[in-house]
């Protein structure tokens, strides 16, 4: 496919800039280019061909099966992109004054109170932009609560090795020291170990539950009690949430912060660095250290926005975060309703456990038993056959589906981590499970044909390490 800069011919031009009907500005010449810009020139339908051109070589979960585990690839429904687009809601300015924005202040006030509801914890900041800024921020309250309160001694976070890469990331960036605790052979947090490390100078307890390998930490209410016991804190990553929302809630199970990535669960776009939103809840003991601002409602009924947070962390995004992404958060939540949401779970959940049981006749699982929302291939029975994870995951894409997330968890040798979704239906199920069967017996019967892989797409296997060293993106 060519270029738009290929395509470029001089003089050619999409639109016409409007006659200057204000008086002209002398610009200092300093403040000028020396050269002109390299833009392309073309028409307007070119312009519009080439992106659909270059749309049609994307993979997307609208496109085709997306089983991003952990990453939650689910179908967002077009209905939040509609109302996310309304004038009323697009073009809203921060600066504007309260009272013009009552509606908005109500959807924030409202998702506060729902996400606080879903978590079980009583009070919520929507701010930070993403799940990593939202552990972030989670970390910093932690640290900020201990210190004001004289725990100056507590300066580690223990983390279990099958963590989120982001996990010890942001505690350490938070300030504090990482301590790992091993998971046993049932892929859980080994109790007996945690006992060994969990010293005085013990902040926090960091978990995913269900962890990374889809398995929920049954003996969650043990780690809290031995949390408790030692004055430690228990921070819940709420990546995975949508395994069990409205069925259980980390407030329940003792936590005291958690972080939603309503990217994952509430089905808002994926927000990686942003626009996302990680947002994060408390105990009510940790209300006062929330970022600020906030948004409450007065005894008159009016929304506001609240900067007065006694021993507020202070900001950690500019004005209220990312709106549009709370408002599609909102929207899903209303549409689904508790039930709806509850249902959300159980149906992620069977799918996972679907697709788990037909393909365990044919691939090894990291773990046997019943999973939550996403299960690990133990990609190494194909180490026999010179097969890797890594060209089962490139031979996927001749498929039509999206390789899964692979070497993640770390514990787990050629990891291969499946998440369905509780979007997908039975039949698309059958067609995936098929596919991964005839991946198999080719990496049996020609393994060339999977390391050779990808086949059908725009650019076929690149040389990863050339790629990575020698990235060239620009023109
Ligand atoms: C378990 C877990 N924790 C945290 C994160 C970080 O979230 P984000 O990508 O929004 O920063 C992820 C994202 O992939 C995750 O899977």
Redo the contacts with the bound molecule.
């Keep these: 496919m060519k270029l738009i800069f290929d395509k470029s011919m001089n003089g050619r031009t999409g639109f016409r800039i409007p006659e200057l009907d204000v008086p002209k500005e002398n610009i200092d010449k300093k403040y000028l280019r020396k050269e002109l810009p390299n833009l392309p020139e073309t028409y307007e339908l070119e312009v519009i061909r080439h992106y659909d051109e270059l749309e049609k070589l994307n993979h997307s979960v609208d496109k085709g099966f997306y089983p991003l585990g952990?990453?939650t690839m689910k179908y967002n429904p077009v209905l939040n992109e509609e109302i996310a687009n309304w004038e009323n809601f697009k073009f809203i300015h921060p600066y504007q004054e309260e009272e013009t924005v009552q509606g908005n202040l109500q959807i924030m006030y409202e998702l506060q109170n729902y996400l606080g509801e879903l978590t079980g914890m009583d009070a919520v900041t929507l701010q930070p932009a993403?799940?990593?800024?939202g552990?972030l921020t989670g970390m910093l309250i932690i640290k900020k609560y201990l210190e004001t309160n004289g725990f100056k001694n507590k300066t580690k976070v223990i983390v279990p090795d099958s963590a989120?890469g982001?996990?010890p990331a942001s505690a350490k960036m938070a300030g504090f020291e990482i301590v790992e605790v091993k998971s046993n052979i049932n892929g859980t947090v080994d109790i007996e170990e945690l006992k060994k490390i969990m010293t005085e100078d013990i902040a926090a307890i960091m978990l995913?539950n269900p962890n990374?390998l889809g398995i929920f930490e049954k003996d969650i209410l043990e780690i809290s009690k031995i949390a408790k016991s030692n004055n430690t804190l228990l921070y819940y990553?709420g990546?995975?949430l949508n395994a069990i929302m409205g069925k259980v809630r980390p407030g329940d199970m003792g936590f005291d912060v958690v972080h939603l990535?309503l990217?994952k669960t509430l089905s808002t776009p994926h927000?990686?660095g942003g626009p996302?939103s990680?947002t994060v809840g408390v105990k009510e003991f940790l209300k006062d250290y929330l970022p600020k601002p906030i948004v409450e409602k007065s005894k008159e009924d009016k929304y506001f926005i609240n900067y007065n947070i006694k021993h507020s962390i202070g900001r950690v995004r500019s004005f209220y975060g990312n709106f549009l992404v709370y408002l599609k958060a909102y929207i899903y939540i209303l549409s689904m309703g508790s039930d709806g949401l509850k249902r959300a779970s159980e149906l992620a959940v069977l799918n996972a456990n679907y697709m788990k049981k037909k393909m365990s006749e044919y691939m090894n699982m990291s773990h046997e038993g019943i999973c939550k929302h996403e299960f690990v291939i133990d990609g190494s029975f194909l180490k026999e056959y010179g097969v890797k994870t890594l060209d089962i995951a490139k031979r996927l894409m001749d498929f039509d589906i999206h390789p899964p997330t692979v070497y993640f968890p770390l514990i787990v040798k050629e990891a291969m981590m499946i998440e369905p979704t509780e979007t997908e239906s039975k039949e698309r199920l059958d067609i995936v499970i098929e596919n991964f069967k005839t991946i198999v017996e080719e990496a049996k019967t020609n393994p060339d044909i999977i390391k050779k892989a990808p086949h059908n797409t725009k650019i076929s296997r690149l040389n990863e390490l050339k790629a990575n060293k020698e990235l060239n993106i620009k023109y």
């Design positions: 952990s990453c993403a799940g990593a800024h552990e989120h982001t996990n995913t990374t990553d990546a995975n990535n990217h927000g990686m996302g990680g």
